[in-house]
């Protein structure tokens, strides 16, 4: 089993360094494809990536650049089209998340073959969070309430960024959203195919 790795960036020139580091130790003995799509920064983050990814001797890679800023599900859609894993895990570049918390799903997914997808959770979990943004806070928890209504779900966390989904699952579905709907684009389509979502409480900050 393989794993490829999508990470959308857009101006986090202050967190790349620092989120690769810890992305490519949690998972420095595993399988993995990166994959890396810059949506558009303006901050210097093209700069960086162009001129730095080579030098963390990554074994499997991919970089894509987008030269206008296109919207997250654009970039992530971008990236399925080169990956050759498995199993895709998504996961932001801000460090809001913990690759460690991305090794450990792609650790429970792998030792359960009957799992086909798996959601990171922030509101499951005995892990650390720190959380500023309340309107955010609730917008999440009423969307969440609304899908699990509309698609028979009951699921907890319908926005996390982290997310493994199988290969074969995302060949059955089309997306489509080009921003940040789609979480809700990508977890209706899966559920409309009766696929059960599992999920697995990780740290937020």
Known sequence: MSLSVIVPVYNEINYLEIFIKRLLSSFEK??????????????????????????????????????????????????????????ILFIDSDMEYDPKDGFEMYQIIQNNPRMRVLFGSRYITGKIQHREYFINDII??????????????????????????????????????????????ISSKIAKKNIKIFEYGISYI
């Open 30 to 87: 595993e399988n993995v494809q990166y994959i890396f799509v810059n949506d558009g920064s303006t901050d210097g983050s093209q700069e960086w990536l162009s001129n730095n990814l080579h030098t963390f001797k990554l074994k499997n890679y991919k970089y894509i650049n987008l030269d206008q800023n296109k919207g997250k599900g654009f970039a992530l859609r971008e990236g399925l089209k080169l990956v050759s894993g498995d199993y």
């Open 140 to 185: 999440v928890r009423i969307n969440t309430i609304l899908f699990n209504f509309l698609f028979g779900q009951s699921i907890t966390d319908l926005h996390c960024g982290t997310k493994i989904i199988e290969k074969e699952v995302l060949k059955e579905i089309d997306l489509s959203i080009n921003d940040f709907g789609f979480e809700i684009d």
